[in-house]
C-alpha cells in the first residue's frame, strides 16, 4: 500500500519550546489529517486540511497542506507538558482509496516541565 | 453522547481461544474501521465497512473475521489463526461520500492480551 513517513520519530522538548514535525508521500493526497494519542487511548482529531498550499490553526497547533499535495507539516508553538502523547499524520485520497486513510508512524513528543 | 464505545478497555484470553472485541457508534455514520496498533508503531487497517452486510479487507486482514448487521456495529473477531493477536486495537467511523465530512473519528480502543 500507499507509505507515509513522517519525522522526526521522537522528540524531547523543554516547556515552552516550539516543535514541528512533518509527513511526505510518494503519492498525492486530497485530505491530510493530523491526529493525536494520549497513552492507552484512541487517537483525537486535530487538524483538517482539504486544499493544498492550506493553513490552518487550532489554538497552538498550525498545520499545513503542501502545494505540491505530497507534504503536511504540523507545528505546536509554546510547548506544555499536557502536549506529551503521539502524532499521527494521515493521508486520503477518496478517488483511488475511498475513505480509507493511510497513516504515518508517529512522532513520539515528550515535554520535560 | 454522540460517540464511538469499545468494549472492553482490557481483555485477556488464553492462546487458541477465539475472541470477539466491540465497536458501537451512534454517529450515525456510514462508514466502520478496524486498525490494529502495536508498541511504537503506526495503524494499520485490518478490515473496514461502508454499507450495512458489506466490508473489505484491510492490509492485515489474516486471522480475523468481522460483521456488519447493523449500521451502528462493526465487532471484531480474533481467530485463534491470528499468529500474534497480542496488539491495542482501534476502531473508527466517519461519513461517507460527504468531502469535507468522511473524517474518521476514533473510540478509546481495546487491549488485547493472550496468554
Known amino acids: 500500500g500507499q507509505q507515509l513517513n513522517q519525522s522526526p520519530q521522537s522528540m524531547f522538548i523543554q516547556e515552552g519550546e516550539d516543535v514541528s514535525m512533518n509527513c511526505t508521500s510518494s503519492s498525492i493526497f486530497n485530505t491530510w489529517l493530523w491526529y493525536k494519542q494520549d497513552p492507552g487511548e484512541g487517537p483525537v482529531l486535530l487538524i483538517a486540511?482539504?486544499?493544498?498550499?492550506e493553513l490552518t490553526s487550532n489554538g497552538r497547533l498550525t498545520a499545513q497542506f503542501g502545494i505540491t499535495r505530497k507534504d503536511s507539516f504540523l507545528n505546536i508553538s509554546a510547548s506544555i507538558p499536557s502536549d506529551v502523547g503521539i502524532y499521527f499524520c494521515a493521508g486520503q485520497h477518496q478517488e483511488t482509496s475511498g475513505s480509507r486513510l493511510t497513516f504515518g508512524e508517529g512522532t513520539q513528543l515528550t515535554v520535560n516541565p | 453522547d454522540g460517540g464511538i464505545t469499545q468494549s472492553p478497555k482490557y481483555l485477556f484470553r488464553k492462546e487458541g481461544q477465539n475472541v470477539t472485541l466491540s465497536c458501537e457508534q451512534n454517529l450515525n455514520h456510514d462508514a466502520m474501521y478496524w486498525y490494529r496498533q502495536d508498541p511504537g508503531q503506526g495503524l494499520r487497517l485490518i478490515y473496514y465497512s461502508q454499507i450495512v452486510n458489506d466490508f473489505q479487507k484491510g492490509d492485515i486482514a489474516e486471522g480475523y473475521s468481522v460483521s456488519r448487521e447493523k449500521k451502528e456495529s462493526f465487532p471484531l473477531t480474533v481467530t485463534s489463526a491470528q499468529k500474534n493477536p497480542t496488539a491495542f486495537y482501534l476502531c473508527?467511523?466517519?461519513?461517507?461520500?460527504?468531502?469535507?465530512?468522511?473524517?474518521?473519528?476514533f473510540g478509546p480502543g481495546t487491549r488485547l492480551t493472550v496468554l
Open positions: 473508527a467511523s466517519s461519513h461517507l461520500n460527504r468531502g469535507y465530512t468522511d473524517t474518521q473519528y
Open positions: 486540511l482539504y486544499k493544498a498550499g
